[in-house]
């Protein structure tokens, strides 16, 4: 199974958003990385690389790989309607994702690990792949083991968290209850920008 293992912040400060919720700690969030970073930011840029940067963006957030992003991409224009709407959508239905959404981690790679090493139920069975489409009526829990871990506890124990409105959440145990729409998606992503670049 394929993932990005270099230097987080790297592409959180090439992407000018926190992908990886670190917060406090993207103290040059405002430079880009590199040697020539402090040039860059002043550099005009082309149609072309707009769409490529977003592009790369929404592959960030939910930690896609760009082999598997085309996969997406090919599945959203297949799809009726709209069809950047649709590639969303197919992200947010994600396992690692809904994971994270419900509240289960503080960030999709702490969802993707809490899924890949076999700590996710779905209706009641074991699942390791991150990318399984969640359905509506799907019941994701967490197992009874790493309940037990400290760090899930405080991040479950966290009363301020909002579940989106497309998912149900009592206690360790999530439900996804409708298909997420594009309101859903709190994210600041243009999808028109990545349908064009595939549509080139």
Excluded at 51 to 65: A, S
Aim: hydrophobic content about 35%; cysteine-free.
């Amino acid at each position: 199974m394929a993932k990005y293992n270099g230097p987080k912040d790297r592409l959180s400060r090439r992407e000018g958003i926190d992908i990886f919720g670190k917060g406090a700690k993207l103290t040059r969030l405002n430079v880009l990385p590199g040697v020539h970073g402090p040039k860059g930011a002043k550099r005009n840029q082309s149609q072309y690389g707009k769409q490529l940067r977003e592009k790369q963006k929404v592959k960030r957030i939910y930690g896609v790989l760009e082999k598997q992003f085309r996969i997406y991409v090919e599945k959203a224009l297949k799809s009726k309607g709209n069809t950047g709407e649709a590639l969303l959508i197919l992200l947010e239905k994600r396992l690692d994702n809904v994971v994270y959404k419900l509240g289960f981690a503080e960030s999709r790679p702490m969802a993707r690990q809490l899924v890949s090493h076999r700590h996710i139920l779905v209706n009641g069975k074991k699942l390791n792949i991150p990318s399984y489409q969640t359905e509506v009526g799907d019941v994701i829990s967490l197992t009874p083991k790493i309940v037990d871990n400290p760090n899930i506890k405080k991040v479950i124990s966290l009363e301020d968290y909002e579940t989106p409105s497309w998912l149900l959440r009592k206690a360790i145990v999530g439900k996804v209850s409708t298909e997420p729409k594009r309101s859903d998606i709190t994210e600041i992503v243009s999808e028109q920008d990545i349908v064009e670049f595939y549509s080139r």
